[in-house]
C-alpha cells in the first residue's frame, strides 16, 4: 500500500498543476501523510531548474502551515486524533516519557525533524500537546524547513540528475550527521 501511495505521489510530479500538488502533500505531511514532499520537488526541480526556488519555497510555505496544524492537532485533539496517530506510527509507549523532557529540548526536536528523516509529524503534534510555545515552534520550523527543501533545491538546481541519488539516498543521513554535530558543539560550548 505504502508503495502505490509512493508512486502516485511521484506522478503527480508530471500533473500540470505540480505546484498545487506540491503545497498539499507537504502541507499533509507535517501532520498526517507518510510521504516527504521531498519526492514531488525532485523530479519537478530536475524538470525545470529554473523553478527551484519557488518550489522550495512553495514545500517551506506550504509544510509550515502543515505544522501549525500538526501542532493544533496536538494542543487541541490529542486524545481523540493526535494520540491515534502518534500509536499508529509506533510511537504510543515513549509518548509519557517524551512529554516530560520534550520542552527542555523542543528547539532542538523541532530543528532536528525539520530537517532529518524523522517524521517531522510526529514533532509538530509533540509540540502542541507538550504546550511548546507557538513562536519558538513557528520560527524553529520555518528555519529547519528551509534548511532542509532550499539545500535540495540547490544541490539539484546546480548539480541537476547526478545529484539525484545521493539526495534519495544519503542526503537524510548528512543532515542527521549535521544536526548531530550540531547538537554536541552546543554540549560541548556550554560545559567546557
Known amino acids: 500500500m505504502l508503495r502505490r501511495l509512493y508512486d502516485r505521489t511521484m506522478s503527480l510530479a508530471d500533473h500540470p498543476h505540480a505546484l498545487w500538488w506540491l503545497a498539499v502533500v507537504a502541507f499533509v505531511e507535517s501532520s498526517v501523510f507518510p510521504i516527504p514532499p521531498d519526492v514531488l520537488m525532485i523530479p519537478m526541480i530536475l524538470a525545470r531548474p529554473s523553478r527551484a526556488w519557488l518550489i522550495a519555497l ?6 509550515v502551515a502543515g505544522g501549525m496544524l500538526g501542532y493544533a492537532i ?3 485533539f490529542y486524545e481523540g486524533l493526535g494520540q491515534p496517530i502518534l500509536e499508529a506510527m509506533g510511537k504510543g509507549a515513549a509518548i509519557e516519557e517524551f512529554n516530560s523532557k520534550f520542552n527542555d529540548f523542543g528547539f532542538w526536536a523541532v530543528l532536528a525533524a525539520g530537517i532529518t528523516p524523522f517524521p517531522y509529524k510526529v514533532i509538530t503534534i509533540m509540540s502542541g500537546w507538550t504546550g511548546m510555545p507557538l513562536m519558538t515552534f513557528i520560527a524553529t520550523s520555518i528555519l529547519a524547513r528551509s534548511l532542509r527543501f532550499f539545500i535540495v533545491a540547490g544541490l539539484l ?3 541537476g540528475a547526478p545529484i539525484r541519488d545521493f539526495i534519495e539516498q544519503r542526503l537524510g543521513l548528512v543532515f542527521s550527521v549535521f544536526v548531530v554535530l550540531l547538537f554536541g558543539g552546543f554540549i560541548v ?3 567546557i
Not at 512553495?58 to 509544510?63: E, I, K, P, R, W
Request: cysteine-free; overall charge positive; charged content about 15%.
Open 74 to 76: 496536538g494542543a487541541l
Open 189 to 191: 560550548l556550554r560545559y
Open 58 to 63: 512553495v514545500a517551506l510555505v506550504a509544510s
Open 157 to 159: 538546481r546546480a548539480f
